[in-house]
């Protein structure tokens, strides 16, 4: 049973550079999100989506960031331009209504991202 | 320059000890509660979860309590084992099921060793 799929696992790029994280949910979920972690802050929530909508971007940094959902099955991160305060791992999370009592998240295995 | 992260609380343990980890919720709102565990180089890992209606749940060889009272929730971990070794993370929910669902904030996370 495929969990969430993400890619690439490992990037390492220059500033100014434009990047794209990819992230396949688990097939039938209906949510899907979009979280960053860092040793300084943590898990935190960049996007998330509902139905391939987005329902709440307001823990997306700032306007270099800007997240996709064109299908239930795909889901984009883009930064661009990059800076090196962007490295970090970026997880991509679904979510389905069979969820224990609702609201687990299935992680993926990340995207480590480094911006030289 | 210097890096300066977030300072993760840290519990030591033995092979076959039960392990305690404490959680401190802010949103006496949150209805639902979840624990995570995260291993080196992967994405958090559901472990349980608990609803705000409830003060404890059971599942194998982990029980979660929850201290609404005090927005308190603990994680204990019976006969610990080194692959039990992680960070842990509890994360809360507000209004599972709603507009929000699955929208988790997450706590800083607590480092597990279990030394054999």
């Known amino acids: 049973d495929a969990g969430v799929i993400q890619s690439p696992r490992h990037e390492v790029t220059e500033m100014g550079q434009e990047v794209t994280l990819r992230c396949k949910p688990i097939s039938g979920h209906n949510s899907l999100f979009w979280y960053r972690q860092t040793m300084m802050r943590g898990l935190e929530l960049l996007i998330y989506f509902n139905n391939n909508v987005p329902i709440d971007d307001s823990g997306m940094p700032e306007d270099r960031f800007s997240a996709k959902m064109p299908n239930a099955s795909f889901s984009t991160l883009k930064i661009q331009p990059s800076e090196p305060r962007d490295s970090a791992v970026y997880f991509c999370?679904?979510?389905?209504?069979?969820?224990?009592?609702?609201?687990?998240?299935?992680f993926g295995e990340g995207s480590r991202l480094t911006v030289l | 320059g210097e890096s300066v992260g977030l300072h993760l609380p840290t519990l030591s343990v033995q092979e076959g000890d039960n392990s305690i980890i404490n959680c401190a919720y802010s949103?006496?709102?949150?209805?639902?509660f979840i624990w995570y565990k995260q291993e080196s180089g992967k994405g958090p890992q559901f472990i349980i979860d608990?609803?705000?209606?409830?003060d404890k749940r059971q599942g194998q060889r982990v029980t979660v309590l929850l201290n609404k009272t005090v927005k308190h929730l603990s994680l204990q971990i019976a006969a610990t084992q080194p692959g039990d070794s992680a960070v842990y993370f509890c994360a809360e929910n507000m209004n599972a099921g709603g507009t929000s669902y699955g929208k988790l904030t997450f706590g800083q996370g607590t480092i597990l060793t279990v030394h054999p």
């Open positions: 949103n006496s709102a949150s209805d639902y």
């Open positions: 608990i609803r705000s209606n409830m």
């Open positions: 999370a679904s979510s389905g209504l069979a969820g224990a009592l609702g609201g687990e998240l299935f």
